[in-house]
């Protein structure tokens, strides 16, 4: 049931982050996430107000979060550009 998974690294094969969870933290974080949406969605009377969460979430993440990874990324692996 638990296969690596072959990313092609230096270092070989890697597993997926779930993988490395107890099976009980993983179905408990399952179930709270889905228990989170459907709560979501039964007491958001206005579809507009997830939209503009979501857009609010997105546009940080993509103006000021993932930049910054990138060039830490960058930073970290200087021979990646070869």
């Known amino acids: ?16 982050a779930y993988l490395k969870m107890l099976d009980i933290k993983y179905f408990t974080l ?3 996430l889905y228990v989170g949406c459907v709560l979501g969605s039964i007491f958001v009377d206005n ?9 609010a979430f997105g546009l940080s993440l993509t103006s000021f979060t ?3 990874v990138m060039y830490l990324l ?9």
Do not use: Q
């Open 30 to 32: 399952t179930m709270v």
């Open 74 to 82: 960058v930073i970290r692996f200087p021979k990646a550009n070869n």
């Open 1 to 16: 049931m638990r296969d690596k998974v072959t990313d092609g690294a230096e270092k070989g094969d890697s597993e997926l």
């Open 47 to 55: 579809i507009a107000t997830v939209f503009e969460f979501v857009g």
């Open 66 to 68: 993932l930049p910054g």
